[in-house]
């Protein structure tokens, strides 16, 4: 199964592929979208969603994992942040994938145990869960493989049924 995982955000979305065989993993492919900060928002989720439609298209994966949102403070970034996950969402839906989601705790716990665990406590363990040289970069990156990472360990996946988000 290959699973792509997303970490939202409208100046950086960060992506990942991986492929899953039994209790294996095998990266295929990750980066990052860049919007520049002097662009219109709606030039912003244009080339977001664009540019993931096109990964789609390229990579073929079976199931999105996106990460959900929390924010405290800024509400204004929180609705940018809200803006390009939804773009995300289309982008994955229209390209025929399933979209499952997943909230910060689900994902440091399923990668570390922990759901306090730290962001370079994560970083670490995609590092050594995908068998990789080095944490990816940017910090979005990382944090969009641990968000496939977290669906090939979730009962979803493992018991193979749908249960909407």
């Known amino acids: 199964m290959k699973i792509l995982g997303i970490d939202p955000g409208y100046a950086i979305l960060g992506w990942g592929i ?3 065989t039994g209790n294996r993993f095998r990266v295929i492919e990750y980066g990052s979208i860049t919007t520049a900060k002097d662009m219109l928002m709606s030039e912003r989720l244009e080339i977001l969603y664009d540019e993931l ?5 390229e990579n073929n ?3 999105a994992s996106i990460e959900k949102l929390f924010f405290n403070t800024n509400t204004t970034t929180a609705i940018n942040v809200s803006q390009a996950r939804g773009v995300a969402i289309l982008a994955c839906i229209k390209g025929g994938l399933d979209v499952k989601e997943y909230t910060p705790l689900q994902i440091k716990q399923a990668l570390v ?3 306090r665990a730290d962001k370079k406590q ?3 363990m995609v590092k050594t869960m995908l068998n990789l040289k080095e944490v990816p970069k940017p910090d979005d990156t990382a944090d969009a493989l641990a968000a496939a ?3 090939a360990h979730s009962a979803d996946n493992r018991l193979n049924i749908k249960i909407s988000g």
């Open 53 to 57: 439609r096109e990964i789609i298209r």
């Open 61 to 63: 994966p079976d199931v």
């Open 122 to 124: 994560i970083q670490f």
């Open 113 to 115: 145990g922990y759901g």
């Open 18 to 20: 991986i492929e899953q």
């Open 149 to 151: 990472i977290c669906h």
